[in-house]
């Protein structure tokens, strides 16, 4: 097993003078599962290719272990990849599709026979060792491909969404099953996706990137209560964090018709710059809601209900800091659910309101 470390890697396509990634440095521990998330076109890919040797870096340094790793072939990094489409060999049967990087590295029959045997075990394939994959689910082609990499037994993994081709209900019970055979097999693995839940539900660790540039590198529970920026805290989280930008007042800010309280030192670090306003950031669970003739916090009309059972969420409208409506997502209980037209009375509790600049998007509250 392996550390992976990105020092200052950057990439940039011929023709173009804007880097896909920009100055990337990550140190990623021996056996952790690092998932590497953000919107298409921020670069994660273009990352996980440099480390993998598909794309050349033209600055920095990539190394896995102690070993530079920089400008050395695939074949040379002890790396297994997973692709998003499985990549498998449709004449070829599972076991032999498992075993054909052993069989190239002239391993004999007898010991890839053994490894194949033993990753089919891991991944309950043994019964499909003799099926071609047009005779598999793609759930199943995906754990063929899963195998392929387990039987090199490499220093790293990397994944490239290799769940992104498969229904919502497998694509849930696969993550479950990569991320428990990751834990046990205690392989360095980076892992990339578009999908921020699944970030947030299997990574060790989650990276955010945003035009090729890194912009936050944490645990899931850190990343998603305490989001370096405005870009972190409207990208990880399902609904996405309420941004508004609201005035500064007396002890704190004003929203709606309340004046809700924030930390002093968030204040005077953007009234320090200039700034007349502050963006401030609530999740859809931080609004306390009150009753329907209440005068405080924001009415908020009701536009969409999405009824979840133990939950609802409403997506509605509101006059929070300014002249125009902002929209709002609002979670509420599930017995408790207002009807379309409706209008909710909210506060948000000033114990769980992140605090941004407005001018810079960073974060400013502790």
Do not use: W
């Amino acid at each position: 097993m392996a550390t992976v470390t990105f020092d200052k890697a950057t990439r940039i396509y011929p023709g173009s003078t804007k880097p896909a990634v920009d100055q990337l440095e990550i140190e990623i521990a021996d056996g952790e599962f690092l998932v590497l998330v953000g919107p298409s076109g921020c670069g994660k890919s273009t990352s996980l290719r440099m480390l993998a040797g598909l794309e050349d870096v033209n600055g920095g340094a990539i190394r896995i272990g102690e070993r530079d790793v920089t400008h050395l072939p695939p074949k040379d990094r002890d790396i297994a990849m997973v692709f998003q489409n499985y990549a498998l060999y449709p004449h070829m049967t599972v076991a032999d599709n498992m075993g054909f990087a052993l069989k190239i590295a002239g391993v004999n029959k007898a010991e890839i026979r053994k490894k194949v045997e033993e990753a089919a075990k891991i991944l309950d394939l043994t019964e499909y060792l003799d099926r071609k994959p047009k005779a598999l689910s793609g759930g199943q082609r995906q754990r063929v491909a899963m195998g392929r990499a387990i039987v090199r037994e490499p220093q790293v993994f990397l994944m490239d969404e290799p769940l992104s081709n498969l229904d919502a209900k497998l694509r849930v019970s696969t993550r479950t099953q990569i991320a428990s055979l990751q834990r046990r097999l205690g392989i360095t693995t980076v892992y990339v996706t578009h999908d921020q839940v699944e970030a947030l539900t299997m990574g060790d660790r989650v990276a955010v990137l945003k035009d090729g540039l890194l912009q936050q590198v944490d645990s899931p529970r850190n990343m998603y209560d305490r989001p370096a920026n405005v870009f972190v805290a409207g990208f990880i989280g399902s609904p996405a964090m309420n941004l508004v930008e609201v005035p500064i007042t007396d002890g704190g800010v004003k929203f709606g018709n309340s004046v809700v309280p924030v930390s002093r030192d968030a204040l005077a670090a953007a009234t320090a710059r200039g700034d007349k306003t502050v963006t401030v950031g609530i999740r859809p669970e931080h609004f306390d809601v009150s009753g329907a003739d209440s005068d405080q916090g924001v009415a908020v009309l009701v536009n969409v209900v999405e009824e979840l059972g133990a939950d609802g969420y409403v997506y509605g409208s509101a006059r929070v800091g300014g002249a125009d409506d902002k929209d709002l997502v609002v979670r509420v209980g599930g017995r408790s659910v207002p009807q379309k037209g409706a209008t909710l009375h909210v506060v948000p509790r000033p114990t769980e309101m992140h605090v941004f600049s407005t001018s810079t998007g960073e974060r400013l509250s502790d």
